[in-house]
């Protein structure tokens, strides 16, 4: 049997026009599937992002409050409240111990040799606040001795997440 020769042709190969569908349906799927893997990574690196800045905000706040729970007594030599953005306390073993926010760096510091040195204990800290309450717990305390309760007040802050963590604490010598 012999076949026609414009059919043998057609049998051969694909048309034009079928060449040109599967390439614009190929390049709608590439583009779906780009759009898809974009905001996959994106998710990512901003849920990333938001369990790093928790965990420094959570970290800084949780090792500040153990700590400011040990303060020696409500007395000028072992609170100093005058300083905004730092406290200076002097712990139930007599060490003093210094929380400040070093602006330019962005880290939350902390000395225990009376401020003499400073490590780093978290990052991107935007602001860090303190504020002393008498026993009441409204009335703002306007000196050492007349402070009953603490109130320490990290912001964290970073590319796409701003998160404020605040604790209140009594230390126990009060």
């Not at 500040?64 to 303060?71: A, D, H, P």
């Not at 000028?76 to 406290?87: C, E, H, K, P, Y």
């Not at 330019?104 to 780093?120: C, I, K, M, V, Y």
């Not at 978290?122 to 306007?142: E, M, P």
């Amino acid at each position: 049997m012999m076949r026609n020769s414009s059919t043998a042709a057609r049998l051969g190969g694909f048309t034009l026009i079928e060449a040109v569908v599967v390439l614009v349906v190929a390049g709608v799927l590439a583009t779906i599937g780009a759009a898809v893997m974009s905001s996959a990574f994106r998710t990512y690196f901003l849920g990333r992002e938001i369990a790093n800045d928790d965990w420094q905000g959570r970290f800084a706040l949780e090792r500040m409050t153990r700590e400011l729970r040990t303060v020696r007594t409500a007395s000028a030599g072992d609170l100093n409240i005058g300083v905004a953005g730092q406290v200076t306390f002097a712990d139930s073993s007599g060490n003093a111990i210094v929380y400040r926010r070093n602006a330019a760096t962005s880290e939350l510091e902390r000395s225990q040799d009376n401020g003499a040195t400073f490590l780093p204990l978290a990052d991107s800290v935007s602001a860090l606040t303190f504020s002393y309450l008498q026993n009441d717990g409204q009335t703002t305390a306007v000196s050492a001795s007349a402070v009953y309760f603490i109130t320490a007040t990290v912001t964290v802050a970073s590319t796409n997440l701003t998160t404020v963590y605040r604790a209140t604490v009594k230390p126990t010598a009060f």
